[in-house]
């Protein structure tokens, strides 16, 4: 399976756009790995995750157009995560030749709402619109995405809907994502333990850097997950750790989280970071 990790920021960038923090101004200085975009990993090409208003400069940088993409899993409505408006340009006279001649959304109810509300407000045309299939799924209960078993977890993020993190079974490798997420709930731990097969890949919301809060991981939780995870047996000494979601409140340039998570066997992402497991 080929990770694509295309933004890697928190919910407002990393510089933010207004701000003028220490760690903001040293992100700005340092370039490179320090420059975080809005959240959102691309699954061997053909699998899209979350769909933030970064979306089409993440193509422009990556050299990728989506218009073979025929599976894109939202994990919840917050704008940095979910913004449909982008979709008005999926057809038409804005897209020509695509691939998939369909995309298919999953993700909780807010999905189907925002997306119908946005657009009875915002008018799309008939063919763009009966191109994209929106189906609602519910934590604990797997379905397909083409190639793909997709399991749906409940996350501890967006209290105010069902947030959901999702397992990515290709069949022969399997990816555990976990953004947005606080520490996972006792019961999601539980199903993850119960899904009797080995976790190859987890990706792990790192918002919180060195402080808290319980909608988010911090540093030590991610720590402290990968631990639990391989002591109990659904990870082992061959998986990737990756954390991302990394905001400027709780943390300084990549290089400097680098060091914090130095011999950990945790990686720390950046914009454009690929890891094939």
């Known amino acids: 399976m080929k990770l694509k990790i295309m933004g890697s920021g928190g919910g407002e960038g990393y510089p933010a756009l207004f701000c003028e923090c220490e760690h903001c101004k040293a992100a700005r200085k340092a370039g490179g790995k320090s420059l975080r975009s809005l959240s959102q990993v691309l699954i061997d090409d053909k699998l899209l995750m979350d769909l933030p208003a970064a979306t089409h400069a993440h193509c422009l940088a990556n050299g990728i157009s989506l218009g073979h993409v025929e599976h894109l899993l939202i994990t919840h409505t917050h704008t940095d995560h979910y913004v449909p408006t982008i979709l008005d340009t999926r057809g038409g006279d804005y897209a020509h030749n695509m691939a998939a001649k369909q995309l298919h959304i999953y993700g909780n109810k807010e999905v189907q709402r925002k997306f119908e509300a946005t657009f009875e407000l915002f008018p799309i045309g008939k ?115 990756i954390v991302t979601h990394i905001t400027h409140n709780h943390a300084g340039t990549h290089e400097e989280i680098e060091k914090i998570f130095a011999g950990s066997g945790i990686d720390v992402s950046f914009d454009g970071y690929e890891k094939n497991f």
Request: a negative charge; charged letters at 25%.
């Open 127 to 241: 063919e763009i619109r009966e191109s994209i299939v929106l189906h609602t799924v519910h934590a604990f209960e797997p379905f397909t995405a083409g190639e793909y078993t997709v399991t749906p977890l409940k996350a501890c993020h967006a209290f105010e809907e069902d947030s959901l993190n999702y397992i990515i079974d290709d069949g022969k490798k399997v990816l555990l994502y976990l953004l947005d997420s606080g520490y996972p709930y006792d019961e999601t731990l539980r199903f993850i333990a119960d899904y009797g097969k080995k976790i190859d890949c987890v990706v792990m919301d790192a918002t919180m850097g060195n402080g808290y809060y319980k909608g988010h991981m911090n540093f030590a939780e991610n720590k402290k997950l990968k631990a639990y995870l391989t002591g109990e047996g659904m990870c082992d000494a061959n998986t990737e750790f």
